[in-house]
């Protein structure tokens, strides 16, 4: 089977992403770190804490630091549960579910009931995912963010929910939009990247580029990016999600059927997938998976015959005080079809 079989995504069963994430109040932000500064500047008061996992990317940091809130870590074990400590106390509690991996709601229930802080889900990765309850991730919480441009190959994007009317945010819309500009970019994201396997050349174009010009193929993070946001905090007021149709049905099967896929092809290379099980309602983001960095090579000697390839995940933050030693083997193999 060839990856480009799985490339594809121009079909007549196109549907609307509004659809899907219609039944909480949505907005379209630019980036997940937009969306949880706009939650946490909104609903926070300056001496607030924010309890967040330390197994993290470092660029979720600058939402916080730039509020200048305090914020302690909890760590998260080898399946990636959180190891939460019940004497600290904080005023918003961050969950990740981690690439596209539901987290399992029970392990924080009694924490979230005994603190009654604001529980925000990071559903950075779980575009389309959903629980075994069939609750869509994002969802499941007081708010929750999904950035959609990780799956879909669109610029930027992301997908702000609010489930709780309690939750204020303001729509971070750009007040004067270019409209050639703006009409030129729905155009290429529309029938160029979102139809077909343009996107996937355009993705790999953009990897030999940063390896020529950074000497890595991966995006690298610098400190900055751990301090400050974004700088396009305002999305075209254009810019919407009844733009984007795709066929829904068909991506989340060819995820589901990636990643069984490459469990088939890995499985006999030191590769100790983090998840064993992919039940039913899970959209995975990528294949996640442990090994030792020597290992990666002959890993993408096997991977290169179907485009595909690995990344080390996550660049964390820098500030972390003792690291288990298992965080610096995740790496996973990313889907962005
Ligand atoms: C778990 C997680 N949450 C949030 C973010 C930030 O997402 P965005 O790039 O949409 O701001 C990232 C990535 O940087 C991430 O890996």
Redesign the pocket.
């Known amino acids: 089977m060839k990856y480009s079989s799985f490339s594809n995504l121009y079909t007549n069963k196109k549907q609307n992403i509004n659809n899907i994430y219609n039944t909480s109040k949505n907005y379209l932000m630019?980036?997940?770190?937009?969306?949880?500064y706009e939650i946490l500047k909104h609903n926070l008061c300056s001496n607030n804490t924010v309890y967040l996992p330390n197994f993290?990317?470092?660029?979720?940091l600058s939402?916080i630091k730039e509020l200048k809130l305090k914020y302690i870590y909890y760590e998260v074990d080898k399946n990636l549960n959180p190891i939460l400590d019940f004497d600290v106390n904080c005023d918003l509690l961050l969950i990740?579910n981690?690439f596209g991996f539901p987290q399992n709601k029970d392990l924080f229930k009694y924490f979230i009931n005994s603190k009654k802080c604001i529980t925000v889900e990071?559903n950075?990765?779980g575009f389309l995912s959903r629980d075994k309850y069939n609750n869509l991730l994002g969802t499941r919480y007081d708010c929750g963010?999904i950035?959609l441009?990780?799956s879909v190959l669109i610029g930027?994007g992301?997908i702000c929910i609010i489930n709780n009317n309690k939750i204020k945010i303001n729509n971070l819309v750009e007040k004067n939009t270019n409209n050639i500009y703006f009409s030129l970019k729905m155009f290429c994201i529309r029938y160029l990247i979102l139809n077909d396997k343009i996107g996937l050349y355009i993705f790999l174009f953009k990897r030999m580029l940063r390896k020529i010009i950074f000497k890595s193929k991966y995006t690298i993070?610098s400190l900055n990016d751990e301090n400050e946001l974004?700088k396009n905090i305002f999305i075209n007021k254009n810019y919407s999600l009844n733009n984007f149709s795709l066929d829904l049905d068909l991506q989340i099967k060819k995820r589901r059927k990636l990643y069984m896929f490459i469990m088939e092809i890995i499985k006999d290379e030191f590769v100790e997938p983090i998840f064993n099980e992919l039940e039913p309602h899970t959209v995975p983001f990528c294949f996640p998976f442990y090994t030792d960095k020597k290992n990666i090579l002959k890993i993408e000697l096997i991977l290169k015959k179907y485009n595909l390839f690995v990344i080390p995940?996550?660049?964390l933050p820098s500030d972390i005080k003792k690291i288990p030693s298992f965080y610096n083997k995740v790496f996973y193999i990313p889907f962005k079809i």
């Not at 630019?30 to 949880?36: E, G, K, L, N």
């Not at 993290?56 to 979720?60: V, W």
Request: hydrophobic content about 30%.
């Open positions: 630019t980036y997940s770190r937009i969306a949880f993290i990317c470092k660029d979720i939402s990740v981690y990071d950075s990765h963010f950035s441009y990780k930027n992301s993070s974004p995940w996550p660049s």
